[in-house]
Nanobody, 122 residues
Framework: QVQLVESGGGSVQAGGSLRLSCVAS??????MAWFRQAPGKEREGVAVIYRRGGSTLYADSVKGRFTISQDNAKNTVYLQMDNLKPEDTAMYYC?????????????????WGPGTQVTVSS
């Protein structure tokens, strides 16, 4: 049974940093990803990592500011978020079990964590 648990969210001022963690168990998926959803908006892809090779993919809105990484020994995927902006405010979700299609499309992932809230004030 797949279980994903996120942590590390919080409230920061614009320009600040946060590091999110996602501890995974029962996951055999080749890809793991971070998504986010702001109030009144659709869930959107943020970053994806290929677990076997470590290659990464980012949404244009976070390129150069966010970094996805993994520690396979700890079954953990991280999202380092630097130079945060108020528009980054959202619930952030860890996802696994990519089916097929687009790596930044939430509909193409079938396992999800409960999420962790990130709030960035100006």
């Amino acid at each position: 049974q797949v279980q994903l648990v996120e942590s590390g969210g919080g409230s920061v001022q614009a320009g600040g940093s946060l590091r999110l963690s996602c501890v995974a168990s029962g996951v055999s998926s080749s890809y793991m990803a971070w998504f986010r959803q702001a109030p009144g908006k659709e869930r959107e892809g943020v970053a994806v990592i290929y677990r076997r090779g470590g290659s990464t993919l980012y949404a244009d809105s976070v390129k150069g500011r966010f970094t996805i990484s993994q520690d396979n020994a700890k079954n953990t995927v991280y999202l380092q978020m630097d130079n945060l902006k108020p528009e980054d405010t959202a619930m952030y979700y860890c996802a696994a079990d990519f089916q097929r299609g687009s790596l930044l499309n939430p509909a193409d992932f079938s396992s999800w964590g409960p999420g962790t809230q990130v709030t960035v004030s100006s």
